[in-house]
C-alpha cells in the first residue's frame, strides 16, 4: 500500500507494518533534529510521534508519572506531547555547557563527560545556526557589543555570562524556534522521511536468538496498531520516557544504570533587590537585550576556581520580576494562553475581560516588550533566582510503576533527590552573590531566610522541564547506559539521544546541548548505516493479524504477537 508522508494514528484505519533503515521514536528537539541532519541522505526514516501536530489532552495525559522526593514535578505540564516535543512551549534560552561541566572532579567521582567541550565544540556551532543565535560566544564580550559596561565583580570568584534568545520580530522581544513548525516541511517535502502521528511506542522487540533490536510495535489511544522494521532505532522521548522505555521492553540488564542519575535544576529564589538598587548598579540585568535578531540576557556564575574552592557545582543566578497572578500586566499574556490550551467558558471570558479592563496598562506594557524591558515594571524589586546543578546520584531515579497507562504501559514513578552538595550550592552561591551586591553598594537586599537554615529547601522550590540523566553517556556499562556515540550497552542499533544522555547538566538549559548531540548522532549513524542504503523505496503492509494486543491492567506485561503480513506494494 502507498504509506502516507503522515500517516495519523488518531484517524481511523488498518493496522500498518512499516519497513525503514532508521526507525526514530520521538519528534522533539533531538528527533527532528537529527532528521533535519539526514534528511538528503538516502535513509528510509520512519519518526514515530505520540502526539499530533498539536497538543491534545488525551496525548498528554500519557506522561503522567508519579513524582517523589524533594517537590512534585509536573510531568504533564513540562512534557508537551505533540509534533514538536517540548519546544512547543519552551522559552528559547540558549547556552552551552561550560568546559568545567565536562570534567571528573576528585570529590564526585560520576561528574563529568566521556567526550570533552573540545569534542562537542563543531556540533554547538552547527547547533547555534540551526537556532538562529547571534555571536557565537556567550561570555564578557557580550558586554562591548551591547555597549554596556559589565559589573565590577571579583573575577576570582564571579563571572558574567548570557543566556542568548532567537529574536527574529520586535514583538515579542524572543521567538523561541518551534521544531515542529520549522521542520515539518523535512517530512512534506521529503520521499524518505515518513512520520506517525498519535502513535505510541509499547514494546521495543530484539531479534530472535539476537542483542538486536528487530522491530518497535506502537498503538494509538483508539486500538490502531503498528510496528516498524528497521536497521537501527533512536529513542528520543525525553528523560523519563527513554527511561520507561528501557524499562517496560526489559532492556534493564544492559545496565544498571537504566533509569537512575535523574537530574533536574532546582530552581529557587535566594534575595530580593529593590527596585532603585537595581536601577543603580545592574541597569540593564532585568532587561532583555537585543542586538540584531538575537536577544540577550546576563547572568552570574561561580568561577570554575571558586567551584573547585568550595566543593560546590555550578549555577547561575538572574535578576527577574516576579509578577502576582492577578497582576494586570500578565492578563493579555493569560489570555493567549487560554486560547492556545482550548480553554472554555468562564475561564477564558474572564480573562478576555481583565484585557479590556487593563487596555492602557497593556498599551505600556507592549512598549516596555519591545524595547527588551519586562511587561511588569517591577517597582516592588526584583527576584535574585538561582538555576542550580544537581549532581548525579543513583538514588534520584526513574522506576516503573503498578498503574498503567491508556496503553497498558506501566506508568513511571519518579523519585527526585536532591544531595547535601546540591543545597550547598545553591546556599553559597546566593551567599556569594549577595555579599558582592553589598560590596557594589546595594542597600536594599534581602536574603531568602532559608539560606541561615542547617538543611531543607524552601517551600517554592522548583523543578521544571530540565529532565536529564536517566540514561546517561559513559565509558562504562557499569555507570552508564550508552557509549560516548549514545549507542546502547550491549544492543548494536538502539541509540538514545537528548538530555537523558546527560552525565551532568551544568547550570545549562539542555535545548542547546541537546541539538548539538543529535547533529553529532547524525554524523555518526550516517557512517554506520551508509552500507545499508536501500536499493528500493518505502514500503508498508497490512497485517492479516493483530500486530499486537496489549490488555491494560493486567499484572504480566502486555503480550505481544506478530501476525502474519499481506505483501506490500510500492508507492
Known amino acids: 500500500m502507498v504509506v502516507p508522508i503522515f500517516l495519523d494514528f488518531a484517524e481511523s484505519g488498518q493496522d500498518v507494518v512499516l519497513e525503514a533503515d532508521l526507525c526514530v521514536i520521538g519528534a522533539g528537539a533531538a528527533g527532528l533534529t537529527l532528521v533535519h541532519e539526514l534528511r538528503r541522505s538516502a535513509l528510509r526514516i520512519c519518526v514515530i510521534e505520540t502526539g499530533g501536530l498539536d497538543r491534545d489532552a488525551a496525548a498528554d495525559e500519557l506522561s503522567a508519572a508519579a513524582s517523589h522526593g524533594s517537590t512534585t514535578l509536573d510531568f504533564i505540564a513540562t512534557r508537551p506531547r505533540a509534533f514538536g516535543g517540548s519546544t512547543v512551549e519552551w522559552g528559547g534560552m540558549c547556552c552551552p555547557l561550560d568546559e568545567c561541566d565536562f570534567e571528573t572532579r576528585p570529590s564526585m567521582p560520576l561528574h563529568g563527560w566521556p ?26 564580550r557580550l558586554w562591548s ?27 515579542p522581544p524572543h521567538s523561541p524556534l518551534r521544531f515542529g513548525q520549522a521542520y515539518r516541511n523535512d517530512v512534506a517535502s521529503s520521499d524518505t522521511v515518513k512520520a506517525v502521528l498519535n502513535a505510541t511506542v509499547v514494546k521495543i522487540v530484539r531479534a530472535p536468538g539476537r542483542d538486536a533490536v528487530e522491530r518497535v510495535e506502537f498503538r494509538s489511544i483508539a486500538g490502531r496498531r503498528g510496528q516498524v522494521r528497521a536497521n537501527a532505532f533512536v529513542l528520543a522521548g525525553g528523560a523519563v520516557e527513554n527511561a520507561r522505555q528501557l524499562l517496560a521492553s526489559d532492556f534493564s540488564g544492559c545496565s544498571e544504570a537504566v533509569g537512575r542519575y535523574f537530574m533536574e535544576h532546582p530552581h529557587v529564589s ?28 546576563p547572568k552570574f556564575l561561580p568561577t570554575p576556581d571558586y567551584q573547585r574552592e568550595r566543593d560546590i557545582l555550578n549555577a547561575s543566578l538572574t535578576l527577574e520580576v516576579r509578577c502576582g497572578p492577578d497582576c494586570p500586566h500578565r492578563a493579555l499574556a493569560d489570555f493567549a494562553r487560554g ?12 480573562a478576555a475581560g481583565r484585557v479590556v479592563v487593563h487596555s492602557g496598562v497593556l498599551a505600556g506594557a507592549a512598549y516596555r516588550r519591545s524595547v527588551g524591558r519586562p511587561a511588569c515594571p517591577g517597582h516592588g524589586g526584583l527576584v535574585l533566582y538561582c538555576r542550580s546543578e544537581q549532581e548525579p546520584n543513583p538514588a534520584s531515579r526513574v522506576v516503573l510503576g503498578r498503574e498503567r497507562d491508556a496503553l497498558g504501559v506501566n506508568r513511571a514513578e519518579v523519585s527526585w533527590r536532591l544531595s547535601d552538595r546540591d543545597r550547598r550550592t545553591a546556599v553559597d552561591f546566593g551567599n556569594l552573590v549577595g555579599s558582592e551586591l553589598r560590596r557594589l553598594g546595594a542597600t536594599n537586599l534581602t536574603m531568602d531566610s532559608w539560606l541561615d537554615e542547617p538543611d531543607g529547601w524552601p517551600a517554592d522550590i522548583l523543578g521544571g522541564p530540565h529532565h536529564s540523566g536517566t540514561t546517561r553517556m559513559s565509558d562504562s556499562a557499569a555507570t552508564g547506559v550508552v557509549d560516548k556515540n549514545s549507542r546502547v550497552y550491549g544492543v548494536p542499533n538502539l541509540y538514545v539521544l537528548g538530555s537523558s544522555v546527560f552525565p551532568t547538566g551544568g547550570y545549562a538549559n539542555p535545548t542547546y546541548t541537546i541539538v548539538a548531540l543529535a547533529i553529532r548522532a547524525a554524523d555518526h549513524l550516517q557512517a554506520q548505516l551508509r552500507g545499508g542504503v536501500p536499493t528500493h523505496a518505502w514500503q508498508g503492509t497490512v497485517p492479516t493479524a493483530p500486530v499486537f494486543d496489549p490488555q491494560p491492567g493486567r499484572d504480566s506485561e502486555p503480550d505481544l504477537d506478530t501476525g502474519s503480513a499481506a505483501p506490500a506494494s510500492t508507492p
Open 115 to 140: 567526550i570533552s567541550l573540545a569534542d562537542l565544540q563543531p556540533y554547538y556551532q552547527r547547533a547555534h545556526t540551526a537556532l538562529g543565535l547571534g555571536p557565537r560566544y556567550f561570555d564578557e
Open 145 to 171: 557589543v551591547l555597549g554596556i559596561p559589565p559589573p565590577e565583580v571579583d573575577q576570582r570568584r564571579l563571572r558574567t555570562k548570557f543566556w542568548q534568545y532567537r529574536s527574529p520580530r520586535r514583538l
Open 270 to 297: 535566594v534575595g530580593r533587590l529593590a527596585h532603585d538598587d537595581t536601577r543603580r548598579l545592574l541597569p540593564k540585568w532585568a532587561v532583555l537585550q537585543r542586538s540584531g535578531q538575537v536577544s540577550f540576557r
Open 339 to 350: 486560547v492556545r490550551e482550548k480553554r472554555r467558558g468562564g475561564e477564558l471570558a474572564r
